[in-house]
């Protein structure tokens, strides 16, 4: 890894990181601000199940239900997935497009070593973010009158992390493998949207049920972290994932000329 | 110090699939010389570069830079030069100051004194983001971290490129300094006037294929010159046309620009017989030696 790479591309996405960050306290804070007015009423909504499906179970009236649906399912990972996503395209498809990588690479840097810099600075936005949604889901849930242990707020903040160090290295591998900036965010992003509404749909149709193990967000939150806690498991089909996809992304890079 | 030319390929090849490439290109730059890569874009200068710095793969053929192979020994061989890109681009939002920084953690090793005087030296703008500063401006900071580790080979597209005529100048006595030291440079330009000032050989290159490798004034020697003649009357392009080795000959009212090879006796003549109130040379660029090599390649 090169220390110089991490930092600067760290440095670069920084500042949207912590807009984002700050962003999804206050929007947690004030969900769970919200709660205390609106869970009483709108837990008697009877949501249809596909719906409910969509929106992590459609449960309003616990407090558990009301994160699970407005921050785990869409929020949270909308957020992750995209900072994930458009780090890893922008720090190396888009300096391969901007032309800034042909001079970098004329540097004595290994390609591999250099796509690991900037995925560890992905990394540590996807850390930054999972670490945010962990202190505005205590803060938020505070502010709903409690109901959610600091273990399986923990659990939910471990798996998101997960989900988009998976996510940041799909879209890693995509630009590594084609240096073409748009393609990997749109097919990074497709993958990711498709996953959750695999998820979603999948266990309502029984003969397709089985599709749920092929979509990233089944591992995130299949397992329901705000009421089991962390699930093995999936977080070692995460880590897996991870790994697999940073192995390609070196060996495409490894063995490709660079864009003009 | 390099026993072997610092340069050497063999049937270097690129087949971008698109004609556009490089054609079996055997090419040797000796160690101190500064050396010239001339030709229109599309030539497959940029290539032939980014070939020696195993930014891309060669379809056929092999290169060795420094005595090392530019593919399986390319770590080492980026180590011991410096580039600079054509059309260069560097981080918008960093200032000049944090994009030499970075290179210059990147590349480990660097003397922050010959940094530093380089800086001086082109008057580069460190305090403000790159996004704000001028082609030139850009370009300073470009040769700068090119040079900034005293690299025995400096491999530089298209180097002065929006550069003004004063620090063209601090460029070209770099240069002379770095030739001085036995080190070596290859530049690439498509201004013949460039790299006649600095260089000691030159290579044309056209459609990918290398058409002639010879000194400057060699070159010079075999291209087509050019005499703008203001005469005190109109005088018929014809009578300059019928001389030997005259090109071309237009006339714009009283003026007539002819191109020829060889001795310009005969065209001095033939305009000595009518009254002659002016001759201005033309410097003969790229298109007239082009010319020539075009017309020896399809014969």
Redesign the interface.
């Known amino acids: 890894m ?4 991490t930092q ?1 591309t760290l440095r ?1 996405r920084l500042p949207s990181t912590m807009s984002a960050a700050v962003g999804l306290i206050a929007v947690m804070a004030a969900v769970g601000a919200l709660f205390p007015a609106v869970g009483h009423s709108i837990g008697k909504l009877h949501v249809p199940k596909s719906v409910g499906n969509l929106l992590g179970g459609g449960d309003y009236g616990t407090v558990t239900g009301w994160f699970r649906s407005e921050i785990a399912i869409i929020y949270a990972p909308l957020v992750i997935g995209a900072l994930a996503i458009t780090g890893a395209s922008a720090a190396t498809a888009g300096e391969e497009e ?3 990588l ?9 390609r591999s070593r250099l796509i690991i810099a900037k995925a560890a600075a992905i990394a540590a936005v996807v850390l930054i973010i999972a670490l945010a949604v962990w202190i505005g889901l205590i803060l938020g849930v505070a502010l709903a009158g409690g109901g959610i242990t600091i273990w399986h707020i923990t659990a939910l903040a471990v798996q998101l992390a997960f989900f988009g160090l998976a996510i940041g290295a799909l879209a890693i591998t995509l630009a590594a493998a084609t240096g073409r900036r748009s393609l990997a965010t749109g097919v990074a992003a497709g993958v990711a949207v498709l996953g959750w509404l695999i998820n979603s749909f999948a266990p309502l149709v029984s003969v397709l049920s089985w599709l749920k193990y092929v979509s990233l967000f089944y591992y995130y939150t299949g397992h329901d972290p705000l009421t089991r806690g962390i699930d093995l498991p999936s977080l070692v089909v995460l880590g897996l994932v991870t790994f697999l996809l940073m192995a390609i992304a070196i060996r495409s890079i490894e ?4 864009r ?1 | 110090m390099q026993a072997g030319p610092v340069i050497a390929t063999r049937g270097l090849s690129k087949d971008y699939g698109s004609g556009r490439g490089l054609v079996e290109l055997d090419l040797e730059v000796g160690q101190g010389e500064v050396f010239g890569l001339l030709g229109p874009n599309g030539a497959g200068k940029s290539t032939m570069l980014r070939l020696l710095l195993d930014l891309i793969k060669p379809t056929a053929g092999s290169a060795r830079v420094l005595g090392l192979d530019s593919i399986s020994d390319s770590l080492e061989v980026r180590g011991r030069v410096g580039f600079l890109p054509g059309d260069l681009a560097l981080y918008p939002k960093l200032t000049g100051g944090g994009v030499l920084e970075y290179f210059t953690q990147l590349r480990g090793g660097v003397d922050r004194r010959v940094r530093d005087a380089l800086v001086e030296r082109f008057d580069a703008v460190l305090d403000r983001p790159i996004r704000q500063l001028s082609a030139g401006n850009r370009q300073k900071l470009g040769l700068v971290q090119a040079f900034m580790h005293e690299p025995e080979l400096l491999i530089l597209d298209e180097p002065i490129a929006g550069l003004d005529p004063l620090v063209q100048r601090s460029f070209h006595s770099l240069l002379s300094e770095v030739r001085a030291q036995g080190r070596t440079v290859l530049l690439s330009s498509h201004t013949l006037s460039e790299v006649e000032r600095v260089t000691d050989r030159l290579a044309i290159l056209r459609n990918g294929r290398l058409v002639v490798v010879d000194s400057v004034e060699n070159l010079r020697r075999v291209a087509v010159q050019r005499l703008e003649i203001e005469f005190a009357a109109p005088v018929d392009p014809a009578e300059f046309r019928a001389l030997p080795g005259v090109v071309d000959a237009a006339a714009v009212d009283a003026t007539v620009t002819v191109s020829f090879e060889g001795s310009a006796d005969p065209v001095v003549k033939v305009a000595a017989s009518h009254y002659v109130r002016a001759v201005r040379p033309q410097d003969g660029d790229l298109e007239d030696i082009f010319l020539r090599y075009y017309r020896t390649d399809t014969t």
Request: glycine share 0%; proline share 9%; hydrophobic share 50%.
């Open positions: 090169s220390r110089p790479v600067l670069l901007d032309r800034i042909a001079l970098v690479l004329a540097y004595p840097i290994r063995r490709r000329d660079l003009a």
